[in-house]
């Protein structure tokens, strides 16, 4: 990676914060939403089985329908998109789509996939490992979304002030999935406010406590 790149990662990273005031009524071009969402769905996960589904809510009412859900919060209507982040709780049924075609083009032997997906199958008898491995990796993908987005221009908000119960009802979500976070995305109308951190010496500890 040369050092221009290296540095400009770097410093949307550091540019990267949660924004709640948003430019309203700014709509996102449909080939900027779909970039966000294809640098999304690049995100890593564990088996590769990609425990994430997006609901994209960009209709107007749609988002004034999500407002009271979200307890008020205005980025929910003001922002050009609310992107719901849901864990699978069933993604080992990803499994043959995501190993099946790697077989077919000569990339993993089929016993690999077969050990693979045994592996995947026998974990996945225990809920509470389908629970964390949904919120995790889904997680990794709410993640990549932010950046991705300050990447492109715009700003987010992660949010988990929200009834989670109500929103699977209001928008039909399937048992299948788990509500992780909303994120808000949209052009800043007022810049973030400075957000401290902790130093390097209070979050690490070096090799063992």
């Known amino acids: 990676m ?12 550091e540019d990267r914060h949660s924004v709640k005031q948003y430019q309203a009524g700014h709509q996102m071009p449909k080939a900027d939403l779909e970039q966000l969402l294809t640098s999304t ?6 088996w590769n089985l990609q425990h994430w589904k997006l609901v994209v809510i960009d209709d107007q009412a749609q988002k004034e329908k999500l407002l009271p859900i979200a307890y008020g919060q ?21 499994a043959e789509l995501v ?21 995947i199958e026998n974990v996945y008898q225990y809920p509470q490992v389908a629970r964390d491995e949904a919120i995790r990796n889904a997680s990794l993908a709410a993640m990549q979304l932010m950046i ?41 109308a007022t810049p973030a406010r400075p957000s401290g951190r902790l130093s390097l010496d209070q979050i690490t500890v070096s090799n063992t406590f």
């Open 2 to 13: 040369s050092t221009q790149v290296q540095s400009a990662v770097l410093k949307v990273l």
């Open 41 to 46: 769905s690049q995100a890593p996960s564990a």
């Open 74 to 94: 205005k980025q929910i209507v003001e922002s050009s998109v609310v992107i719901a982040v849901l864990g699978d709780l069933e993604a080992n049924k990803n």
């Open 99 to 119: 190993f099946g075609p790697a077989v077919e083009a000569g990339h993993l032997p089929k016993e690999v996939k077969d050990t693979l997906v045994a592996q």
């Open 148 to 188: 991705a987005a300050k990447a492109m221009g715009y700003d987010t908000c992660p949010m988990g002030g929200y009834d989670a119960a109500k929103f699977v009802e209001a928008f039909n979500v399937p048992a299948r999935y788990v509500p992780v976070m909303l994120i808000s995305v949209g052009l800043a």
